[in-house]
């Protein structure tokens, strides 16, 4: 770690408006970019900061009054070249995120002195789950303190980095998700404690918030620390889908890992089929799974009254679980009388059956179904398979929601069954195996509305108690309720122009103010802000490429389309493209 | 005579006033000069020059001829006038090591003043800290202006450097350090150095 390279030196600075560098003579402000990681060496610890500001500084003003700012002119650019760095310089405000043990303090630590074993206490408090594999949380803690004047500031090495972030190498935990914006290291996400909380992806359309989803989830099968269900909108999980910009196809999970690993379910076999490819189970939902509380966060698209809430669960105390079938089922003339027994208002409940009707229309809602679809998820997920559901052409929201729903309330259900028997029987085989399940759209489950009603509210509220949580992708986080934002574990963000949104992804972060210049200068492409519970601080990564070293990352087998493909290519290769 | 060009006549600490061999022959306004000494070689930059009458308070008095009519009418008249120089020390050398500081005594009286050579202004000029001593004895009341100093000390200090931009960059900055408050000057002094 010794060989950093110098680029200035501390002058002031306070703990919480971070420190202020001055910038050594001959280094130049134009290679100091924000989102930058540099390492302050204190006299006993070292310090881990971001750029956040870089500010041109005189120290006379009559310089600026009368610059030297003619180009052509030798003089001119003599006093130029003699007042860099000793009239005008440049400042940096530095960020300090973590404290790392100084240069003298290996030896201590392998010692074990009474200083090192402080440190280890107090790193553990700051990292309250660390595990015990890495070193990472013994070693790095909570900045309270500054580094002394004129401690020297220098670039953060590769080794700074993976101290900081972990490296793959070190422990399976880590899962190599991109790079500093101007290094070569790989940032890690913490996938341990990733999975122990809900987490966020967002990001404005078109920033490569599936690209991100897609990353991530390849992450979590690949580590296999959680079963991953997806539920898949517009397809693009299970099997490969078209990238932005240069249309070649990405894989999917199923092309990544397998049959073994991944099951693609379809609510839409056709559409499976059209594009070329053949989901494990087809989807069908029979009524009696469907309860009144799935219809009530529906109530917007299906344009239902408030009132119409009281009426369903009077046909549901009526029936029991075949209401839905029965009220469906139902002609005009039955829909008074059943109107009349239940005392509602005749005319609201007809609307409301009316209303209802746009149901039978989906066709994968049946009133017996020969193979229950929660059953299937299940199987597979015991199987520690990872289920993606793809809803093929139906992607309106009615459906998306519909779906999610019925089976999210069903799988959580069993999950919590499941819970309750290994808190009784304490059995490390009964432990469940943690599920993310991976939400589209999500502004739409947990708005400040829905949030109460959904389950996804109840999910994203209760942490992991019952080894459920959510993985919310969105465009618009300002839809969603603040409550269940400030429970959101790690936050993955993508460029976010709206004022509204960004406030929205910082809810909970404390001093954001700079997180929120940083947010709205990303590129609009792989650049994403990583945040939260499962990065040791806020970081802007340039995400990895999702390429064929990926996939050979991955330990992607080559399946029989891409021997086509490269048969293709080199068929290519004699004959020039056509 | 062994290329001396003056004899010390009054000395201080910070500078000292020379008479020069030759009337009129005084060395160019911030030139390099140095005086050997028993223990310390010290060296000093020429801010001053004059020539007067022999006897103080009195001025020459006009004859309405040419010099050479004179020289050839009234020789004796030139022997009554003298030119004395003033130099503020920048250095000293002793036991070999040159250093920007000021000397431990002052020259003696009746040392001989030597101009310094190329060679030996790269070496005194080597060390940046002249400049401060240069400076501090340039902006005492009644000098000449300061800038006007400075340019011509560093001129010749840049030509003993070979020409060399590093050293003058290297010189400016020192000057912008010494002279942060006063960015006038140093813009000027920069711009003389150059024309």
């Known amino acids: 770690m010794s060989e950093r390279r ?12 971070g420190l202020e560098m001055r910038l050594d003579e001959g280094e130049s402000v134009e290679d100091v970019r924000a989102g930058k990681f540099v390492v302050i060496e204190g006299e006993k610890s070292a310090f881990f900061c971001m750029i956040t500001d870089v500010r041109l500084d005189a120290t006379n003003p009559a310089i600026l009054v009368d610059p030297p700012a003619a180009q052509d002119d030798e003089a001119d650019a003599l006093m130029r070249q003699v007042l860099s760095g000793t009239s005008t310089y440049g400042t940096v405000m530095l960020k300090p995120m973590l404290m790392l043990p100084g240069k003298d303090d ?212 009526q029936y029991g679980s075949e209401w839905l079938e029965r009220l469906l089922g139902m002609g005009a003339e039955e829909v008074r009388d059943l109107a009349r027994d239940l005392g509602a208002h005749a005319e609201s409940f007809a609307a409301v059956h009316r209303k209802l009707s746009r149901l039978k229309r989906l066709d994968f809602l049946v009133p017996r179904a020969p193979d229950d679809a929660v059953d299937r998820i299940m199987e597979a997920l015991d199987r520690r398979q990872h289920v993606v559901l793809e809803f093929g052409t139906r992607t309106d929201l009615l459906v998306y929601m519909l779906v999610a729903n019925i089976l999210t309330r069903e799988i959580r259900e069993r999950y919590v069954r499941k819970t309750e028997t290994y808190l009784a029987t304490k059995r490390p085989q009964d432990r469940p195996h943690p599920l993310v399940i991976t939400i589209e759209e999500a502004h739409k489950f947990l708005n400040p509305q829905a949030a109460r009603q959904t389950i996804f509210g109840t999910i994203a509220r209760e942490l992991r108690k019952y080894f459920v949580s959510l993985l919310v992708v969105d465009q618009r986080p300002s839809g969603i309720d603040d409550e269940i934002l400030s429970q959101l574990g790690t936050r993955v963000t993508a460029l976010l122009s709206d004022e509204k949104d960004i406030a929205a992804v910082l809810t909970g972060v404390s001093n954001a103010q700079w997180l929120r210049s940083v947010l709205a200068s990303l590129d609009t492409r792989q650049q994403a802000l990583l945040m939260g519970h499962a990065v040791p601080m806020p970081v802007v990564i340039r995400t990895r490429d999702y390429d064929a070293a990926f996939y050979r990352a991955m330990g992607a087998e080559d399946e029989e389309p891409s021997r086509g493909s490269r048969g293709a290519r080199a068929i290519d290769d004699l004959f020039g493209s056509r | 005579m062994n290329g001396e060009i003056g004899e010390v006549i009054g000395s201080s600490n910070t500078e000292f006033i020379a008479q020069a061999h030759l009337l009129y022959e005084s060395p160019a306004f911030g ?154 000057t140093l813009s000027s002094v920069l711009r003389r150095v150059r024309s």
Not at chain 1, 172 to 199: A, K, Q, W
Not at chain 1, 293 to 314: F, K, V
Request: glycine content about 10%; overall charge neutral; some cysteine.
């Open chain 1, 106 to 317: 290996t030896r201590a630590g392998s010692e074990g002195s009474g200083r090192a074993a402080d440190r280890g206490v107090s790193g553990e408090a700051a990292r309250p789950s660390g595990g015990l594999g890495g070193a990472l949380p013994s070693t790095t803690q909570i900045v309270k303190t500054v580094p002394r004047h004129f401690s020297i500031v220098a670039e953060a090495t590769e080794a700074d980095v993976n101290l900081v972030f972990g490296s793959e190498e070190q422990d399976r935990r880590y899962y190599h998700i991109g790079r500093p914006l101007d290094m070569e290291t790989p940032v890690c996400l913490d996938l341990d404690r990733f999975v122990e909380r809900s987490n966020g992806i967002f990001g404005r359309t078109g920033t490569g918030k599936t690209f991100l989803t897609r990353l991530i989830l390849s992450g979590l099968v690949k580590s296999g620390k959680a079963s991953a269900l997806v539920f898949d909108m517009h397809s693009e999980y299970g099997w490969g889908a078209r990238r932005e910009g240069d249309h070649a196809e990405a894989k999917g999970l199923r092309q990544l890992f397998g049959a073994s690993r991944v099951a693609v379910f379809s609510l839409d076999p056709e559409s499976s089929r059209r594009r070329g490819v053949s989901p494990d189970v087809e989807v069908k939902i029979p009524y009696d799974r469907i309860d009144v509380e799935d219809i009530l966060p529906l109530a917007d698209e299906l344009n239902l009254n408030p009132t119409a809430a009281d009426s369903l669960y009077l046909v549901q105390a």
């Open chain 2, 31 to 184: 030139a390099f000069v140095r005086v050997d000494g028993r223990d310390e070689t010290v060296y000093g930059v020429v801010f001053a020059a004059y020539t007067h009458s022999l006897e103080p308070n009195r001025l020459a008095v006009a004859y309405h001829r040419s010099e050479l009519e004179l020289r050839a009418e009234q020789p004796q008249i030139f022997e009554l006038l003298k030119t004395k120089f003033e130099a503020v020390i920048v250095g000293y050398k002793g036991k070999d090591v040159v250093r920007a500081q000021l000397p431990t005594k002052p020259p003696r009286i009746h040392a001989f003043v030597y101009p310094l050579q190329a060679l030996e202004v790269k070496r005194v000029t080597a060390d940046l800290g002249f400049l401060r001593l240069l400076l501090a004895g340039a902006r005492a009341p009644g000098r000449a202006p300061a800038d006007e100093l400075i340019a011509a000390a560093l001129r010749q200090a840049l030509e003993a450097h070979g020409g060399d931009r590093g050293f003058l960059v290297r010189a400016g900055k020192e000057l912008a350090r010494l002279l942060k408050d006063d960015y006038e």
């Open chain 1, 6 to 17: 110098r680029i200035g030196v501390i002058v002031r600075g306070s703990l919480t408006e």
